[in-house]
């Protein structure tokens, strides 16, 4: 679901605030110390059901609209949250666990070299997320058998099934790309020709759909590992990510040897844990939170995210919002760009 607009009153007992979002990218920006930040996490809670959050931040009211004209509201008297969901004039009372499930969204904070794993450890996020990665390609190289499907079908000539066929041939060259295939029984050659269709054709349509399956449930993984490969490769000078044959995270240096994880420089570090927070962690449709991308890296990089913003929101259907200080991140793109400007401070 699409935010369209944020309201809050008295935030600190101060500042009030509207904004207007973008569909797509957003860049929020102001001063230190005018909330931004604040505001930005709030939002993520309140998507989240995070009541434990919003009830130790001093605000009088919050207001989420969402491009559906519904709106969630929240009233905070005293750390006591009133929450409600308002449309077409009608509110209705709120639980955490149904706030969670009015949007996806993802929140990458300004502290993000570090996570706390499931077992509350805090380890590296780099070296985190190359091993969930790791585990995420070795899970779809041991599940490469085709299945049968059992759901619904629809009439197709044997004209349609040929382009279905094409275009699903299309999208496995596009995931072997990525390092994995499934299992094509023996006997069959995919596509078929029109012959083998028009001979075999319940044997080929109960493949196409079998594979049609797999497509669906790995298509995604390998489009991220693609354009997370395409996007690190692009900021790297002298070196070079690749995703080795048994899904491991490589950083192979041009004048020959590796690098380990560890020993990239810090905007490095901040370049790929940023994308692959975006591509890994947020499902298309979903709403990403980016607290200050331009941590550790130059002007020429940070010039270079908000086009890169733009085209993940574009290929994923996503909102990104992205608060920043720094104009070198929104560049070119000011009309994305929406200003926190107190009023009634």
């Known amino acids: 679901m699409v935010i369209k607009s944020l309201y809050i009153s008295r935030l600190f007992n101060q500042y009030s605030y509207t904004l207007n979002l973008c569909d797509g990218l957003t860049f929020v920006h102001s001063p230190n110390g005018y909330g931004k930040s604040t505001l930005m996490h709030m939002v993520y809670a309140a998507m989240k ?138 006997g069959y050659r995919f596509p078929p020709s029109r012959y083998e269709l028009s001979s075999y054709r319940k044997d080929y349509e109960d493949l196409t759909y079998s594979i049609s399956e797999y497509v669906k449930d790995n298509y995604i993984l390998a489009e991220s590992i693609i354009i997370f490969k395409d996007i690190i490769n692009g900021f790297f000078i002298g070196k070079k990510m690749e995703i080795s044959e048994n899904g491991k995270i490589v950083i192979n240096l041009n004048g020959g040897g590796a690098l380990q994880l560890s020993k990239l420089s810090s905007g490095e570090k901040q370049i790929m844990i940023i994308f692959y927070n975006m591509l890994f962690h947020a499902d298309p449709g979903s709403v990403i939170i980016l607290d200050e991308p331009e941590i550790s890296l130059h002007v020429t990089w940070q010039q270079r995210l908000g086009k890169l913003f733009d085209d993940i929101c574009r290929v994923r259907g996503m909102q990104i919002v992205v608060a920043t200080h720094s104009p070198q991140v929104i560049h070119d793109m000011w009309d994305n760009a929406r200003e926190l400007k107190p009023y009634n401070a």
Request: glycine share 4%; hydrophobic share 35%.
């Open 49 to 186: 059901g995070d009541v434990k959050y919003l009830s130790e931040i001093p605000f009088e009211r919050l207001d989420v609209g969402f491009k559906d004209e519904s709106n969630l509201i929240i009233e905070n008297e005293s750390g006591d949250l009133l929450i409600q969901m308002q449309k077409n004039e009608l509110e209705t009372p709120l639980t955490p666990d149904e706030m969670a499930d009015i949007c996806e969204v993802v929140y990458i904070s300004p502290e993000r070299l570090m996570v706390k794993k499931r077992d509350g450890h805090i380890s590296p996020a780099l070296e985190t997320y190359a091993q969930e990665l790791y585990e995420r390609i070795r899970y779809s190289k041991e599940h490469s058998e085709l299945t049968p499907y059992a759901g619904q079908r629809k009439e197709m000539s044997d004209s349609d099934l040929e382009f279905w066929c094409k275009d699903l041939k299309a999208k496995l060259d596009f995931i072997k790309d990525a390092g994995f295939e499934p299992e094509i029984p023996a």
